[in-house]
């Protein structure tokens, strides 16, 4: 029951924050006189007044977090903080319904991408601003951020810190108290979302653009300011540009830490998630060029590579820009970049599904199984570099893995059996669940996901939520034996 109290406590915090986040949104509006000024006065009031009644009834709770709590305010902050969010949308958008203005929160804050809005051109600046916003400041978690805040109440974050980053995480030069690890990290993130505005501003962009695109971009949460997205723009610059970025992006950011501090390049040399992410995404920009080239889709192998190198490693690292219309091309390469966007990103990165180093952990495992098939005494550990996997990780592994494909799969049916056609439930299930945002046919990137009922929506903005927190965090809590002592 005291855990209750020191949840609402820190969910008071975080809608408190969110109300100081509107006001760089509120700033942009009144001195852009784009006329939603009062919406973000009003949101910023209502949702300030929500948090400080809730951190203030609660400012005598106990500051301590169970491992079960610290699971719990995982999945309350990305299920309720959503909502908070919506106020500025349905303040400004008196036609938007609240399922709709949720799905478009959810997907910025889960760094989707996903959009319900269309006329994003001429969308108030203010509101562009703020989609965007919630992309970078979701791009690291926002759990994450708050690991460097819940220290200063007595609240250690280990806990959620576990709850939100499940899997493997790099330990060896980071700082060593995780409100440290957490602050580095945000540091290096900043800095090179300065690096990617300063770039695409460069490039061609004016500054609002750079902003909007370097946030979406690092966040890997693809939205963007025009209806046709970075295809808008028609630039091969601003397309490297982006391209770039959204690599650095879906690498693990401690790999970054730590080559930033040494000053050197071999930390992504030595990172073996990097290595193979790389690889994967580099050699299947070529395939697809070639298939493309065959195809007839584009005149001369230059032109396919460069439209199938952005396209392709925007849906692979999970950003889910788009400067093409890829439904109309042939189906291998637009279903090989959803496949991709499955298990390209790292850990450690802002990008979603698998990650790499599960993938990595798999392969080795079933080559495992097949030496020991062909041995069956040998004693062969399973090694990624110099490490040693231990059974249980392995374990952990495949059993997420199993409940990954299985959510896949119920919430691929579930849109069919709200008729939903099979390609438009199956890539907006993927494109959701791995955070990449626009999927094929129906929610493809000329399109978007406003074409949904209600029904298909929520089940789409909750596949977003699954993905996000790894299926662990939000499943754990229907598991009767979590709640045991």
Aim: proline share 4%.
């Amino acid at each position: 029951m005291r855990s209750i109290f020191t949840l609402i406590h820190v969910l008071g915090l975080v809608t408190m924050g969110f109300s100081g986040l509107m006001m760089t949104c509120f700033l942009t509006s009144y001195f852009n006189n784009d006329g939603v000024t009062q919406a973000f006065s009003d949101a910023m009031l209502i949702s300030f007044g929500i948090g400080a009644l809730m951190f203030l009834s609660t400012l005598k709770s106990p500051k301590k977090l169970s491992r079960q709590a610290g699971f719990l305010l995982v999945a309350m902050t990305w299920s309720l903080s959503p909502m908070i969010c919506t106020l500025p949308l349905l303040l400004a958008l008196p036609n938007l319904t609240f399922v709709d203005a949720y799905f478009e929160t959810m997907s910025g804050l889960t760094t989707t991408g996903a959009t319900i809005l269309s006329g994003l051109d001429t969308l108030p600046m203010s509101l562009n601003l703020w989609r965007h916003e919630l992309n970078w400041i979701a791009g690291m978690g926002i759990i994450i951020f708050a690991i460097a805040i819940l220290p200063m109440l007595g609240i250690g974050g280990m806990q959620l810190y576990k709850a939100e980053a499940p899997g493997s995480v790099k330990e060896s030069d980071l700082p060593p108290r995780i409100a440290q690890t957490a602050k580095a990290l945000w540091i290096v993130y900043a800095g090179i979302s300065l690096a990617c505005i300063l770039s695409l501003k460069l490039a061609g962009m004016n500054w609002f653009d750079a902003i909007c695109h370097a946030f979406s971009a690092m966040s890997l949460g693809g939205m963007s300011t025009h209806d046709n997205s970075v295809g808008f723009f028609n630039s091969v610059p601003i397309e490297v540009v982006l391209t770039i970025f959204q690599l650095l992006a879906a690498i693990n950011f401690a790999t970054h830490f730590v080559a930033l501090r040494k000053f050197s390049l071999r930390p992504y040399s030595v990172d073996m998630e990097a290595r193979y992410f790389l690889l994967l995404v580099l050699s299947s920009c070529l395939l697809a060029a070639g298939v493309l080239q065959y195809e007839g889709t584009y005149p001369d192998f230059l032109t396919a590579l460069r439209h199938a190198s952005f396209n392709l490693v925007t849906i692979a690292t999970d950003c889910g820009f788009a400067s093409q219309d890829f439904n109309q091309w042939p189906v291998f390469v637009p279903v090989w970049m959803l496949f991709l966007s499955c298990l390209s990103a790292s850990s450690g990165s802002t990008g979603g599904g698998i990650r790499m180093i599960r993938t990595i952990i798999l392969i080795k495992q079933a080559r495992l199984e097949m030496f020991k098939f062909i041995h069956p005494f040998a004693i062969r550990p399973m090694k990624i570099g110099d490490a040693i996997i231990s059974n249980n990780i392995i374990t952990s592994v495949m059993g997420f893995i199993f409940l990954y494909f299985i959510c896949i799969v119920i919430l691929i049916f579930s849109l069919l059996l709200s008729g939903l056609d099979f390609m438009s439930s199956f890539s907006a299930i993927i494109a959701c669940f791995n955070n990449a945002g626009p999927g094929l046919n129906l929610v493809g990137p000329a399109t978007n996901y406003s074409v949904l009922n209600d029904f298909q929506t929520g089940i789409c903005t909750f596949a977003m939520l699954l993905g996000r927190v790894q299926i662990f965090s939000i499943i754990i809590l229907f598991v009767p034996e979590f709640w045991r002592k």
